[in-house]
């Protein structure tokens, strides 16, 4: 990216946010490897241009996360994706967590917003959640970015239909 005739790097976290994703892929044989404040490992890789698979620990190796995301381009500036989230213990004993989701990403990798949509199933608490996720990202100079999303989550026992 040329600024002003400067050289700005481009943003190398387009594909996520903080945790949440956006609707920017992986390319084929692309990948990352974070982590955050010591203690959440993640990796993902491109295994082609619209397809990318991700997993997580912490250095007790609970839990273990796995992740899938699909991506397709709708026009310039306007991107989906979606995928599965899966948390649980190692075994599956204590806990799991199943989420399939898709995310809206409107905008460049530069300068965007995100809205996303999942149902996160716990398997063993019998819970089936609505969760709704806001992010945004604003290049703010040559190495400076803005980043921000926020997560809401909705018991479907709190939805009164009648």
């Not at 600024?3 to 609707?23: C, M, T, V």
């Not at 990796?43 to 609970?62: E, K, R, W, Y």
């Not at 996303?116 to 806001?134: C, M, P, Q």
Request: proline content about 3%.
């Amino acid at each position: 990216l040329i600024k002003n005739g400067e050289y700005w790097f481009p943003n190398l976290h387009d594909s996520r946010y903080f945790f949440s994703p956006s609707a920017f892929g992986l390319e084929k044989g692309e990948g990352y490897y974070s982590t955050s404040y010591f203690y959440l490992w993640q990796a993902q890789i491109g295994i082609t241009d619209n397809f990318s698979f991700g997993a997580g620990t912490t250095p007790l190796g609970i839990p273990i996360m796995l992740n899938v995301k699909f991506t397709s381009t709708l026009s310039e500036k306007s991107n989906l994706a979606y995928g599965w989230l899966f948390v649980t213990d190692r075994t599956g004993d204590l806990f799991s967590l199943n989420m399939p989701f898709s995310v809206y990403t409107s905008g460049t990798k530069e300068n965007n917003f995100t809205i996303g949509t999942g149902l996160a199933i716990s398997d063993n608490i019998g819970a089936e959640d609505i969760v709704i996720n806001l992010a945004t990202t604003r290049r703010l100079s040559k190495r400076f970015s803005f980043v921000f999303e926020t997560w809401v989550f909705y018991a479907f026992s709190d939805i009164n239909i009648s």
